[in-house]
């Protein structure tokens, strides 16, 4: 299953972003879908999750300014990042997972927070 992102870039401090990971086939097959990012020297990290019933999870730092969505329609899935901080630069990578445990992962895309 290929994933592709895309919506990295470079923004000030304050900003947003919104990032898109759009997939093959139908996404209403991944029970889980979510973005990870690594800094660089750091191991990587969950940001936030959403299942295929809505239900969303999110890393502390992220909450109340990052929301994650999925839209079936489209076989894409988003992550709209407000108030963007330094400390959120990474390389942020979109993952899916599937029956019986079947996990896929994007090739990533750069965010650079500038202060």
């Known amino acids: 299953e290929q994933l592709v992102e895309s919506g990295g870039g470079l923004v000030q401090s304050g900003g947003s972003l919104r990032l898109s990971c759009t997939a093959e086939?139908?996404?209403?097959?991944?029970?889980?879908m979510g973005w990870y990012r690594q800094s660089q020297g750091k191991q990587r990290e969950l940001v936030a999750t959403v299942t295929a019933g809505a239900d969303t999870n999110y890393v502390d730092s992220v909450k109340g300014r990052f929301t994650i969505s999925r839209d079936n329609a489209k076989n894409t899935l988003y992550l709209q990042m407000n108030s963007l901080k330094p400390e959120d630069t990474a390389v942020y990578y979109c993952?899916?997972?599937?029956?019986?445990?079947?996990?896929?992962w994007g090739q990533g895309t750069q965010v650079t927070v500038s202060s």
């Open positions: 993952n899916a997972k599937s029956a019986p445990r079947y996990e896929y």
């Open positions: 086939g139908d996404i209403r097959r991944f029970y889980e």
